[in-house]
């Protein structure tokens, strides 16, 4: 796997709880994002923003409910598209993320609780 621009900025990734960053990189985000880049047919310069905008969601930069018009605006598509990005960035991205970190901290605790 390819560090994107979550690994990349690794300030800020060193910065997130070692559970969260075992859950992003074992989420396999990079290829969903390049499904969705190649599904959409996004030019090479709006997949770089919209990679850049799951960055900045990931580390709060952007609030959830923002995506869309994000999108929107700095892809400059139409707002029908940039739902469907927003829909799928949520369930091959966000979700797998989500599901990683609570199998993770499970883990920990049933480690935890067998110590």
Do not use: C, W
């Not at 969260?20 to 499904?35: F, G, M, P, V």
């Not at 310069?45 to 869309?68: C, H, P, R, V």
């Not at 018009?69 to 369930?91: D, F, Q, W």
């Amino acid at each position: 796997m390819t560090a994107t621009s979550i690994e990349r900025n690794t300030e800020k990734f060193a910065s997130l709880p070692l559970d969260y960053q075992e859950a992003i990189k074992t989420s396999d985000y990079d290829e969903a994002l390049n499904l969705i880049t190649k599904e959409h047919k996004l030019h090479i310069d709006q997949s770089a923003t919209l990679e850049s905008l799951l960055a900045k969601l990931i580390f709060g930069e952007i609030e959830s409910g923002n995506m869309i018009s994000e999108i929107e605006t700095n892809l400059h598509i139409g707002n029908a598209e940039s739902v469907k990005i927003t829909l799928e960035l949520n369930e091959l991205i966000i979700k797998p993320i989500k599901e990683n970190l609570k199998n993770i901290q499970t883990k920990t605790h049933t480690k935890e609780d067998g110590e």
